[in-house]
């Protein structure tokens, strides 16, 4: 069994006496690009989600409803149809995609007896 003795250990002059750490191109690439790119994508999410349009009103005040009728969807009716009767001077096109919003209808299906809501203006 080998004994160790503290005075055949390397001093520290011979560990300083290696050239100090060098950075390679791709190593500086790495330590400062990967920061700044993380964050840039930070940023850039922020600044999108503080900028999004998701806002309705500032206030109650600014809010306005849909002044809307409930109907009966009668057999042979259709949207189209329905929508040309409740507004003939608007684009039929517009009142059907109303009418879909204001009933969260899927594909603009009615069934006949279906009561829904339509725009009244």
Same mark, same amino acid.
């Given at each position: 069994? /080998?004994? *160790?003795n ?6 520290g002059?011979?560990? !300083? $006496?290696?050239p ?26 922020? $600044?999108g989600?503080?900028n999004?349009?998701?806002? $309705? $009103?500032?206030? @109650? ?12 969807? /009668? ?8 929508? %040309? ?10 009142? @059907?995609?109303?009418?879909? /919003?204001l009933?969260?209808?899927?594909g603009?299906?009615?069934?006949? %007896? /279906?009561?829904? *809501? @339509?725009? !009244?203006?």
């Amino acid at each position: 069994m /080998q004994v *160790f003795n503290w005075e055949d250990r390397p001093s520290g002059k011979a560990r !300083s $006496a290696q050239p100090p750490l060098r950075l390679t191109r791709r190593g500086r690439i790495v330590l400062v690009g990967l920061p700044l790119i993380l964050l840039s994508v930070v940023l850039i999410s922020l $600044a999108g989600f503080l900028n999004s349009p998701a806002k $309705a $009103a500032d206030s @109650v005040s600014e809010l306005s409803l849909t002044p809307t009728v409930s109907v009966t969807v /009668q057999p042979g009716e259709s949207l189209w149809g329905i929508a %040309g009767t409740v507004a003939p001077e608007r684009d039929p096109r517009d009142v @059907v995609a109303d009418i879909v /919003q204001l009933n969260n209808l899927d594909g603009g299906k009615v069934m006949p %007896g /279906q009561q829904i *809501f @339509v725009p !009244s203006k």
